[in-house]
């Protein structure tokens, strides 16, 4: 299903890359055995990211958390990923037991940035564009990614690329989250 709906993808034509989410935390995609679920079993996890990677012709990113509740298998998971083909891997800094209740590790991020030969993306509690900054200088990641500081802050990515934050007036911020929705609309619909 992997392969079949990445080259559906990829022949859409307007795609630079493939990514496999293996992070998400909620009950409803455990339950089903997706999301972090899939960190569960590592071997099934790196067939079928090699499957992915060698039949789709797009790079393929992983994301993963540090683990379930123990940050032990991220460091063995992200060895298997690079070895089946993933071409990044993008780590969240907490488990999936964790959620967002604890702040994320960026220290366990950096220790697998040392071991791996792949860009490493960074990702959790990058709420500012001086956050990210210094989380990409302190562990080596190659990136970082943001989701609720981009909900938080739509402009979190103008104040990265200036390197300077932006304050807006409340006309201003309420102009933003219209354009935003507008967006999301146009992408996902209602």
Known sequence: EGVRAGIMIAESGDVDFLDLNCGCPIHETWKRGLGAALLKKPAKLE????????????????????????????????????????????IHGRTKEQRYTKSSDWDAIREIVSERNIPIIGNGDILTYYEARDRI????????????????KPWIFQE?????????????????YHRLRELMRECWGD
């Open 137 to 152: 200088e302190a562990s080596g990641v190659a990136a970082c990614m943001t989701g609720r500081g981009a909900l938080i």
């Open 160 to 176: 990265f690329r200036e390197n300077k934050a932006w304050e807006p007036t409340t006309e201003e911020r309420v102009g933003v």
């Open 47 to 90: 067939r079928l990211v090699e499957g992915i990677a060698n039949g789709v012709p797009l790079p393929l990113t992983v994301k993963i958390r540090l683990g379930i509740d123990s940050v032990t298998p991220a460091r063995r998971i992200a060895e298997s990923l690079e070895n089946a083909g993933a071409a990044a891997i993008i």
